[in-house]
């Protein structure tokens, strides 16, 4: 059975950077490319990163050049280093398969950018 835990959210002022991780128990790092989303307030949850089967990066408009997705297959873990973070970031970050499969959401990890 698979589960994604995320972690390493926080508060940070604008312009900071946070890394978030998502450990992951199971297969899935090695049978599905991972990516993550977020959800903020009143909003629907959206793509923000994910892997390509060929392992290449996709990335959101909004977060392109600040946000950078990684993966260490060893520790089961999906990074997502987030910088020059702005208000509009605030939300709670998910991670998941690129194909979101809807049994594996977990908690999130809380994201807040203010001053």
């Known amino acids: 059975q698979v589960q994604l835990v995320e972690s390493g959210g926080g508060l940070v002022q604008p312009g900071g950077s946070l890394r978030l991780s998502c450990a992951a128990s199971g297969s899935i790092l090695s049978i599905s490319p991972m990516a993550w989303y977020r959800q903020a307030a009143g909003k629907e949850r959206v793509l923000v990163a994910r892997?390509?089967?060929?392992?290449?990066?996709v990335y959101a408009d909004s977060v392109k050049g600040r946000f950078t997705i990684s993966r260490d297959n060893a520790k089961s873990t999906v990074y997502l280093q987030m910088n020059s973070l702005k208000p509009e970031d605030t939300a709670v970050y998910y991670c998941?398969?690129?194909?979101?499969?809807?049994?594996?959401w977990g908690q999130g990890t809380q994201v807040t950018v203010s001053s």
């Open positions: 998941n398969a690129a194909v979101p499969i809807p049994a594996y």
């Open positions: 892997f390509t089967s060929s392992g290449n990066t």
